[in-house]
């Protein structure tokens, strides 16, 4: 490997939806208890439209990102990997479809990574490792982190923060939104089934197995890191933290066991340090809800978007997927970062989606539900959902699902 | 007192005052112990505090999954009780 090389993130972007619905008023239409929104943190859910599924989530979201490179820069995207745990066939992969549509190079690798919510960030590593390694110099890596939601009220407090959309991230050489610090990372898994997507239609999950998995995660993660990283400080080594986020109020939670932990401090030093730097990271996901293995590099982009870095500052970052498995590693961002992410609108696009009522909102469930089930025709009436689709002007083009053949995914833009 | 010698009452009393610690509204003379957590009203964010408290207070060094799945505040009592040893 090249001893100056740098690699990492060269573009990021996400795409949560046309429409969201807020917290408050699926608490309000389920009867669920008002006292548990502040431990929370959620404000608003992002909501999928019938026309929408873990295709058109991937290439909405990668589209502006492959938009800007020149058609030179656009052949050497390698891989495409999509990861998600909305698989839409037992066989075929999501990324076959946004291949596709991305008009993606036909020497490209084409494959589709699962671990639930972790699955992007292994899927980065191996494309940073492949960058690094300097066995096609210039390649570039697409993942795509791609899901939809298909919870209910048969899963009570869950149901109010689920996301849904796509985070695409394109690693390379040219990291302009964060560059990896290679070799410093550090992983801890095993087997638990504390969530998971049995069937097509719905989720399961034990919320105590699951929210004690992260946090056991959280900690042996950073303690593999700090194996491998010498002098690494939970406290001071870096200046800000992203973890992967089902709701914001786990990730305080995170913050304030491994401040306990690893420095030692009180309660307001610890409030301090959460506000200073984590809550940067939780203003995107906040509004969207757990956007599965995109959610950390939506709370990347939160992040830059809301600090601005003018220097350079070091990240560390934490993914976790149930089932489960976990990495913590860290990069830089800095002044570059901040230029680069700012093309991509993300606070514009989360601010122009549609508010929906709760009455909308159970109207969507059962096409909603059905997003994954393998039918072998169907047709989906795009323009019933018209009024939402017009609602904001000088919107871009949108890969939208218009109908099933044979088991073939028909889809046009919109 | 070395910690080994904790008595299971005095975790029992260990674990009703840091429940009353989270949920100031619940007096911990009143916790049924054959009641889980959540029956008291202690949402995912409070039950992880209250288990981070206990496992600090009582200085034992234990994985938070293995805590996950206990069924009541009384197994919860016995749990912590028998890592005291």
């Not at chain 1, 807020?22 to 999928?48: D, H, K, Q, T, W």
């Not at chain 1, 401090?265 to 906040?286: K, M």
């Not at chain 2, 964010?45 to 009541?72: A, G, W």
Request: a negative charge; proline letters at 4%.
């Amino acid at each position: 490997m090249d001893a100056g090389l740098q690699v990492g993130i060269e573009a990021l972007n996400v795409y949560c939806g046309l429409a969201q619905i807020p917290v408050e008023a699926i608490f309000a239409g389920r009867g669920l208890n008002e006292e548990r929104l502040a431990n929370l943190m959620m404000y608003e859910r992002s909501l999928n439209l019938p026309f929408e599924d873990p295709v058109t989530n991937a290439v909405n979201a990668a589209k502006p990102i492959v938009d800007a490179l020149d058609p030179a820069e656009k052949d050497r995207i390698e891989i495409l990997i999509t990861s998600t745990e909305s698989g839409i066939d037992y066989s075929k992969s999501v990324a076959s479809y946004v291949h596709d549509f991305l008009g993606l190079n036909r020497q490209c690798r084409v494959i589709e990574a699962k671990q639930a919510c972790y699955a992007a960030t292994g899927a980065v590593q191996m494309g940073a490792a492949y960058v690094a390694s300097g066995i096609s110099p210039g390649a570039k890596v697409l993942v795509i982190a791609t899901d939809v939601s298909l919870v209910d009220e048969r899963v009570d407090y869950t149901e109010p923060v689920m996301g849904a959309g796509a985070a695409a991230v394109l690693v390379s050489d040219r990291p302009r939104i964060l560059t990896i610090d290679l070799g410093a990372f550090g992983t801890h898994s095993f087997e638990t089934l504390d969530s998971a997507r049995p069937d097509p239609t719905f989720d399961i999950a034990d919320v105590d197995v699951s929210l004690f998995a992260y946090l056991d995660c959280l900690k042996h993660a950073f303690l593999a890191y700090r194996d491998r990283v010498e002098g690494t400080d939970f406290a001071s080594t870096f200046d800000f933290l992203v973890m992967h986020t089902p709701f914001a109020g786990l990730v305080k939670a995170g913050h304030r066991k491994m401040m306990r932990e690893f420095a030692g401090v009180g309660v307001a030093e610890i409030e301090q340090d959460f506000t200073r730097r984590v809550l940067p990271s939780l203003a995107y996901g906040s509004k969207v809800g757990n956007l599965c293995s995109g959610a950390v590099y939506l709370a990347l982009a939160s992040l830059i978007d809301t600090v601005q870095p003018d220097t350079g500052c070091r990240v560390g970052l934490f993914s976790y997927g149930s089932g489960c498995s976990s990495e913590f590693f860290s990069g830089v961002i800095d002044q570059e970062s901040t230029a680069a992410l700012a093309g991509m609108q993300i606070g514009q696009h989360l601010a122009g989606r549609s508010a929906l009522t709760f009455d909308d909102y159970k109207g969507l469930l059962k096409d909603n539900h059905g997003c994954l089930v393998p039918q072998k025709d169907r047709d989906v009436e795009i323009g019933r959902w018209s009024s939402i689709l017009d609602r904001r002007t000088n919107r871009r083009s949108l890969l939208a699902l218009k109908a099933v053949r044979n088991y073939h995914r028909k889809y046009e833009w919109v | 007192m070395p910690i080994s010698d904790v008595s299971r009452d005095a975790v029992d009393l260990v674990v009703r005052e840091t429940i009353a610690v989270v949920l100031p509204s619940i007096p911990p003379g009143t916790i049924d112990g054959s009641k889980h957590l959540r029956d008291l009203g202690a949402d995912s964010v409070d039950r992880v505090e209250i288990i981070l408290m206990l496992l600090d207070r009582l200085h034992i060094d234990e994985p938070m999954s293995s805590l996950s799945q206990l069924t009541s505040i009384d197994a919860l009592v016995t749990f912590l009780h028998e890592r005291c040893h």
